[in-house]
């Protein structure tokens, strides 16, 4: 139990806090800031920064629905 709280802790301190919050667009941050940084340097990052932008924008249009038809039932 330790070591999967440990890793998980680990891979959440490595892989959110020191990458992803140093992707910075001129103040900016998240998915679509690193897509403004990739497309011109790597055209092939520019698919997964779409699909990342895309589940975001999914994600906070789904989660209100869900959570407004649980409250109702």
């Known amino acids: 139990v330790s070591l999967v709280f440990w890793t ?3 891979l959440t301190t490595v892989k959110y806090v020191l990458i ?3 992707a910075d667009n001129h ?3 998240g998915i679509f800031s690193l897509f403004a940084l990739v497309r011109h340097r790597a055209r092939w990052l520019v698919i997964p920064a779409m ?3 895309a589940a975001l924008l999914a ?3 789904l ?3 869900v959570t407004v038809t649980t ?3």
Do not use: F
């Open 20 to 22: 992803a919050l140093n």
């Open 51 to 53: 699909i990342g932008g």
């Open 63 to 65: 989660t209100p629905a």
């Open 27 to 29: 103040g900016e941050g």
């Open 71 to 73: 409250a109702i039932e």
């Open 59 to 61: 994600d906070g249009a």
């Open 8 to 10: 998980m802790t680990l």
